[in-house]
T-cell receptor, first 111, second 111 residues
Framework: SQQGEEDPQALSIQEGENATMNCSYKTSINNLQWYRQNSGRGLVHLILIRSNEREKHSGRLRVTLDTSKKSSSLLITASRAADTASYFCATDAYSNYQLIWGAGTKLIIKP | DGGITQSPKYLFRKEGQNVTLSCEQNLNHDAMYWYRQDPGQGLRLIYYSQIVNDFQKGDIAEGYSVSREKKESFPLTVTSAQKNPTAFYLC??????????FGEGSRLTVL
């Protein structure tokens, strides 16, 4: 049961540009999270945004949440080669112990 | 350093064999998870455990088994009943606040 859907599936931009990826979900949530996965590695937590929050920042990351549209976006500003990775959103539609994952956006930063 | 250790990183299995993937954490987290990841897809939950000696099936538990005899350890056995076991397996843990901490994964290939 896949709740989140990321868009686009793949994104290729020049280093220094901003990257935006989106996540849509189907049911009500308490929070939404974004994770990064480098090729062949485990996932790393980036940011968690609660349903009563509209925007959250962490370094070069900016996450927005629109519960009326059931969507979230992740903006990475001033991209770097090290940002090349897949990015996943996850929601807690069932419970805080079970997350529902999207298929991810593959981001490639060209030098 | 605290973290989650998965082993082995790569594993090859002949058809009909059972194999066990190890997952150990020293984060003192109560909840632990096993996910399966196939190319270009999100994470699918196999099993999760909220406390010692208790675990629940996830979305794709058929052909897998787990145990949780110690808080630190949550091994996953891929049995011969799992017809398509070639995948990337990820172990994770959480305090229950939502954020998951992942291991580096184990890649299983059926020969």
């Amino acid at each position: 049961s896949q709740q989140g859907e990321e868009d686009p599936q793949a994104l290729s931009i020049q280093e220094g540009e901003n990257a935006t990826m989106n996540c849509s979900y189907k049911t009500s949530i308490n929070n939404l999270q974004w994770y990064r996965q480098n090729s062949g590695r485990g996932l790393v937590h980036l940011i968690l945004i609660r349903s009563n929050e509209r925007e959250k920042h962490s370094g070069r990351l900016r996450v927005t949440l629109d519960t009326s549209k059931k969507s979230s976006s992740l903006l990475i500003t001033a991209s770097r080669a090290a940002d090349t990775a897949s990015y996943f959103c996850a929601t807690d539609a069932y419970s805080n112990y079970q997350l529902i994952w999207g298929a991810g956006t593959k981001l490639i930063i060209k030098p | 350093d605290g973290g989650i250790t998965q082993s082995p990183k790569y594993l090859f299995r002949k058809e009909g064999q059972n194999v066990t993937l190890s997952c150990e954490q020293n984060l003192n987290h109560d909840a632990m998870y096993w996910y399966r990841q196939d190319p270009g897809q999100g994470l699918r939950l196999i099993y999760y455990s909220q406390i010692v000696n208790d675990f629940q099936k996830g979305d794709i538990a058929e052909g897998y088994s787990v145990s949780r005899e110690k808080k630190e350890s949550f091994p996953l056995t891929v049995t011969s009943a799992q017809k398509n076991p070639t995948a990337f397996y990820l172990c994770a843990s959480t305090l229950g606040t939502g954020e998951l901490f992942f291991g580096e994964g184990s890649r299983l290939t059926v020969l």
